[in-house]
């Protein structure tokens, strides 16, 4: 039932919401997906990353001097 949600998640668009699923995942399949959750969170941090620069970015564009 997870996987079923997760992969309805990610065909969502949702890879946060995937993520949430798969962290509650017991001991032997926590460990299986381990490796792809590390790369999904980095994901979301680099997603979240360029959303903050792009804000500044914005931001900045609309400062005078």
Do not use: C, F, M
Request: no cysteine.
């Amino acid at each position: 039932a997870i996987l079923a949600r997760a992969e309805a998640d990610l065909n969502g668009g949702d890879l946060a919401a995937a993520i949430g699923e798969l962290d509650s995942l017991g001991q032997g399949s926590a460990q299986a997906a381990a490796p792809w959750l590390a790369q999904a969170k980095a994901r979301v941090a680099a997603d979240k990353a360029v959303s903050e620069l792009t804000a500044h970015a914005i931001a900045l564009a609309g400062a005078r001097p």
